[in-house]
T-cell receptor
Framework: RKEVEQDPGPFNVPEGATVAFNCTYS??????FFWYRQDCRKEPKLLMS???SGNEDGRFTAQLNRASQYISLLIRDSKLSDSATYLC???????????????FGRGTQLTVWP | SAVISQKPSRDICQRGTSLTIQCQVD?????MFWYRQQPGQSLTLIAT?????????ESGFVIDKFPISRPNLTFSTLTVSNMSPEDSSIYLC???????????FGPGTRLTVT
């Protein structure tokens, strides 16, 4: 089983739509959670951290459900510029010899059309 | 965040040759990593670049194929040795911001092996 699994996508939505991505993780001892955004042919960029209490940054809301071991990202009022691949990232508590190792999901592709 | 640069940004190399990729950070960081992202795939950790000691490699990656140097806290190199077309990929370095668990990525080096 993969450490991190994401919605397969792709998601194609009109401008102004609300879209949600889910991600599940297998290691219940996972400690830190993030959403990254990756534009075509660019490096991943940190979009937001995911806190236990949930957090919001403008049109973006991230939530964590530890009991069910999933993370979600909600984008409201989608813009054309939101088109990208969204990567779910988990850092396990038990890092072994690789301190700081990130586990990436395969990513969910979002296309917002006018 | 940290400002990370990589050189070269892209290269086309012949089978059997080697390429060294440089990663420079604008501040001292303890933890630096090298990732690979093959077409259509998510990121795979190659190794952790340790300052003053040998790199720590992930399963499936070996020092003879991917030698890494880390002479100081702001610089690292990754060499892709004896290249084959299967090594065609984007190679990214990343750094961890202390106490935040947040990782930032360089712009990547797009390698094509013919």
């Amino acid at each position: 089983r993969k450490e991190v699994e994401q919605d397969p996508g792709p998601f194609n939505v009109p401008e102004g739509a609300t879209v949600a991505f889910n991600c599940t993780y297998s290691n219940s001892a996972s400690q830190s959670f993030f959403w990254y955004r990756q534009d075509c042919r660019k490096e991943p960029k940190l979009l937001m951290s995911v806190y236990s209490s949930g957090n919001e940054d403008g049109r973006f809301t991230a939530q964590l459900n530890r009991a069910s071991q999933y993370i979600s990202l909600l984008i409201r009022d989608s813009k054309l510029s939101d088109s990208a691949t969204y990567l779910c990232v988990v850092i396990p508590l038990d890092r072994g010899s690789t301190l700081g190792r990130l586990y990436f999901g395969r990513g969910t592709q979002l296309t917002v059309w006018p | 965040s940290a400002v990370i640069s990589q050189k070269p940004s892209r290269d086309i190399c012949q089978r059997g040759t080697s390429l060294t990729i440089q990663c420079q950070v604008d501040s001292q960081v303890t933890m630096m990593f090298w990732y690979r992202q093959q077409p259509g795939q998510s990121l795979t950790l190659i190794a952790t670049a340790n300052q003053g000691s040998e790199a720590t490699y992930e399963s499936g990656f070996v020092i003879d194929k991917f030698p890494i140097s880390r002479p100081n806290l702001t610089f690292s190199t990754l060499t892709v040795s004896n290249m084959s077309p299967e090594d065609s990929s984007i190679y990214l370095c990343s750094v961890v911001i202390p106490s935040k668990d947040e990782q930032y990525f360089g712009p990547g080096t797009r390698l094509t092996v013919t």
